[in-house]
T-cell receptor, first 108, second 117 residues
């Protein structure tokens, strides 16, 4: 089947840097996306990696290594408002498959 | 531009009943997909529609069905509800066309929270 693995929970302090990893199965892989979801809110798109390397968008960066079937989301200068769930998602053909999500808790 | 609208936002049903959830995508978006979200399970893919055609279906029993109308609005139906169907049902729309170098950028609605008693 098509499954993704990411840590269930990560805790960090304000101002710190945190990395959320995601590993996936390779069959039919097209690209890796990241979504953020605050409690009670809708998931919102953060980034996409179709090719190996780093994509940067402000304080957030996302990385992909297709040879390692691995990617990560890097959040810098953490703020309290970054406390949320983060999901990696892989497109297999026409289907987008999500990981179970990582709860990020930012402490002051 | 209005976002993805889902109705109803909250509903309570009893076992054995059926439910229909509605989704209005962002104007111009022709792809609509549905996901079930339960605590600790992430988002489980239900189905995806493009131009009124179901393009993909997830691993859910036949009690879960959906359709898309010519205006891209979509509905999903769950028949013979079970306690385990209690979840947040999320609809997402996209500009992307199946099979054409898509980035996985979906725009989600706030969801319909279904409680089955």
């Amino acid at each position: 089947g098509q499954s993704l693995e990411q840590p269930s929970e990560v805790t960090a302090v304000e101002g710190a840097i945190v990395q959320i990893n995601c590993t996936y199965q390779t069959s039919g892989f097209y690209g890796l996306s990241w979504y953020q979801q605050h409690d009670g809110g809708a998931p919102t798109f953060l980034s996409y990696n179709g090719l190996d390397g780093l994509e940067e968008t402000g304080r957030f960066s996302s990385f992909l290594s297709r040879s390692d079937s691995y990617g990560y989301l890097l959040l810098q200068e953490l703020q309290m408002k970054d406390s949320a769930s983060y999901f990696c998602a892989v497109r297999y053909g026409n289907k987008l498959v999500f990981g179970a999500g990582t709860i990020l808790r930012v402490k002051s | 531009k209005a976002g993805v609208t889902q109705t109803p936002r909250y509903l309570i049903k009893t076992r054995g009943q059926q439910v229909t959830l509605s989704c209005s995508p962002i104007s111009g978006h022709r792809s609509v997909s549905w996901y079930q979200q339960t605590p600790g399970q992430g988002l489980q893919f239900l189905f995806e529609y493009f131009s009124e055609t179901q393009r993909n279906k997830g691993n859910f029993p036949g009690r879960f069905s959906g359709r898309q109308f010519s205006n891209s609005r979509s509905e999903m139906n769950v028949s013979t509800l079970e306690l385990g169907d209690s979840a947040l049902y999320l609809c997402a729309s996209s500009l992307e066309i199946p099979g054409q170098g898509n980035t996985g950028e979906l725009f989600f609605g706030e969801g319909s929270r279904l409680t089955v008693l």
